[in-house]
């Protein structure tokens, strides 16, 4: 059963940066194409960055692309989003997710259960 577990959450301050970690069991991650979501509180779900199974390419769906960087270690099944320059706007709940076929969204088929970044101002 393969299984998605999200980490590096937590309360931090406009302007500091962030690492999420998702860690992935049952499968190899090499598997799979990557990609992390977000949901802010009373808005949809919303993708932020997709990553190709070995790492050579990937895709942005931010405004501001240039404060996230999406990377994949298949060594050790992880795949990480940086946020630099954390704003308040980016408060929401991560999500970490996979598919064998693709990163778009009905090609994702495993979930984590998220991980919640609060960003004070």
């Known amino acids: 059963q393969v299984q998605l577990v999200e980490s590096g959450g937590g309360l931090v301050q406009a302007g500091d940066s962030l690492t999420l970690s998702c860690a992935v069991s049952?499968?190899?991650?090499?598997?799979?194409?990557m990609a992390w979501y977000r949901q802010a509180p009373g808005k949809e779900r919303e993708p932020v960055a997709s990553?190709?199974?070995?790492?050579?390419?990937?895709d942005y769906r931010v405004t501001d692309t240039g404060r996230f960087t999406i990377s994949r270690d298949n060594d050790k099944n992880m795949v990480y989003l940086q946020i630099d320059n954390l704003k308040p706007e980016d408060t929401a709940r991560y999500y970490c997710?996979?598919?064998?076929?693709?990163?778009?969204?009905?090609?994702?088929?495993?979930w984590g259960q998220g991980t919640l970044v609060t960003v004070s101002s």
């Open positions: 990553i190709s199974w070995s790492g050579h390419a990937t």
């Open positions: 997710a996979a598919g064998s076929a693709g990163w778009d969204l009905h090609e994702l088929e495993y």
């Open positions: 049952g499968r190899t991650i090499s598997d799979f194409a």
